[in-house]
Structure formats: C-alpha cells, structure tokens
C-alpha cells in the first residue's frame, strides 16, 4: 500500500519569553512530518535552528522534496542516505518510527533494539537574564533537582553566583551557547567550580574551541554547537568530555542511537537534549535516557500550550510517551 507525506508548520507560544545569548523569543515554530500508510499514521516534530542555517521555509522544502521516495516506501536507513543529518530528517525519521510500530503494533524502543523507556529526571531550564532576575527564578525552581542556567558572556560569574544563592540544593549545568572568550574562560570556570556545577556546555564557540584542549577541565565540558553526529566525534578529542545529543542536530533518532553508542565507546559522557519543542518533538530523546548521565527535556515545561495528548511530567520526572503521542 502506497505511502504519503504531508506536513504543517505550527506555532506554540512560550510562557513569558526564552532568553539565550543569541536572542529572545516568544513563540516556537516547528514543522510536523506526517506519513500514512493505510489506517496508520507516524508522526514526527522538528525545530528548525536559525544557527544551523535552518529557516521554516528550508526545512519545509527539504521534507517535501522526499514526498516521491517515502511514497515509494524508503525506510530510515535509506533516509540517511538521502538526506544530511538535520531537522528535516529528523521529522521524517521520527515519523517513519512512529509508522513502523503503528503498522506492526509494536513499540519504537522495540523496533531501535533499545529498553523500555522508564521515568527520568529532566533539567529545567533557566533564562538569561540580569542576575537578579535569575536568582528569583532559581529560587521559583528550587525544588527541582537539576536545573540548566542559560548564560551570556559579560556577567556570567555574578549570575552563576545568583543562581547558587538561590537553589543551593539542585544540581547546576551552565550552558554558555557559545558566549565566552579565551579572555574570560578562567574567571567564568572559577565561578562554576566556587558554585559546585555539574557540567559546562559549550562555553565556546565551535569554530575556536581548540583552546578547551589546553586547559584542565575541573568540570566536565559537554559539547554541544560543536557536534551533530559521528562525523563530527574524533575532532572532539581532548576538548570535550561529555557531548549533547539532540535529534534535531543527528536528523533523528536512527543516528541518534548510533552516536550514543559511538560517544560510550570513546568513554564521553551523554547528555539527551532538545530544541524548544512541544511532546511531540521530546518523545523519540526519551527512547535515549537510559543512555544519558544527563537528561534535558523540558521543553514542554516552558510553553504556555502543548499537544494533545502530552507527555506527562511530575515536577521534573518525564515519562515515556504513550502510542497515542508517538511510537
């Protein structure tokens, strides 16, 4: 039975707004690959990422130029071939997963030869913003057990002080998005260590992070702009100890799977991580917590509206989605 591709572009509002260093927003915009084969359905979300050079726009285009072959039946091994690693394979990939299991009536973590998902603990993110507003946030999220503090370059070791004062008992990961220089490295680091955090993402930019290779790593530095998939593991040598695994950057979940296997390999620890998605886009990373020292996804948490049915979160426990949402 022939197979047919359809897509939409959909908008979710944020509650408030989302402050990183590279900007502000208030609303995301996804694009949704939607596959039938029959009766059944797949679906799969992306967010397409200004910084990779991905527009709504591309991405779309990108997915219906493989309308043709995923109606001639293409699986996921042959998507990858097709198409680079990114947001628009992604959508189809995680879509073809979601066919797959509604076809055979099976789960997806069966068919990617991965456990059953169980409950995790996600981070929950905090903004950037001035370190006051950020204090007063961390102490609104204080009783979560780890929260991911959004960080900006000038200011930084004030703000990871703000945050400490106001969680003392969660764990911190601090993700610089690129935003520190060589010249602040030592004083930012200082600040991490004075703070007790878990982990150090991306601090700086990936085209001139050979520097992270120079100095000790009192904390974990964790890879994120710097890696996508497999390809990109052996220039990490040296620089990282841990990288982030997002399916949007991996274009899906089929080498998503394969890059944590490969990072394990090479001794780096995993974080699963996610573009500010809807549940949608967050229930294909879970298949991935197993494997992960550190679990990042709580993109549903911080928009004001989440699909139908969503995934279900407890505080800072994620639970695996049910067939109704995705595989």
Known sequence: MARALTLAVERFPIAGAFTISRGSRTEIAVV?????????????ECVPYPRYGESVESVAALIEAQAAAIAAGIGRAELMERMPAGAARNALDCALFDLEAKLQGRRAHDIAGLPAPEPATTAYTLSLGTPESMGEAARGAAARPLLKVKLGGAGDPE??????????????IVDANEAWRPETLEANLAACVAAGVALIEQPLP??????????????????????????GLDALAGRYDAINIKLDK?????????????????????????????????????LLAHHADF???????LLARDREPPLRYAGSTIYPPEPELWG
């Open 250 to 286: 991996t274009g899906g979940l089929t080498e998503a799977v394969m890059l944590a296997h490969a990072a394990r390999a090479r001794g780096l620890s995993v974080m699963v991580g996610c573009m500010l998605g809807t549940s949608l886009s967050m229930a294909p990373a879970t």
């Open 295 to 301: 679990v990042d996804l709580d993109g549903p948490l």
């Open 32 to 44: 949704v690959a939607r596959i039938t084969e029959g009766e059944a359905a797949g679906r799969g």
């Open 159 to 172: 703000r990871i002080a703000a945050v400490r004062a106001g969680a003392p008992d969660a764990r911190l």
């Open 206 to 231: 990936a085209d001139a992070d050979a520097l992270l290779a120079e100095i000790p790593h009192p904390i974990p530095i964790c890879a994120d702009e710097s890696l996508h998939d497999r390809a």
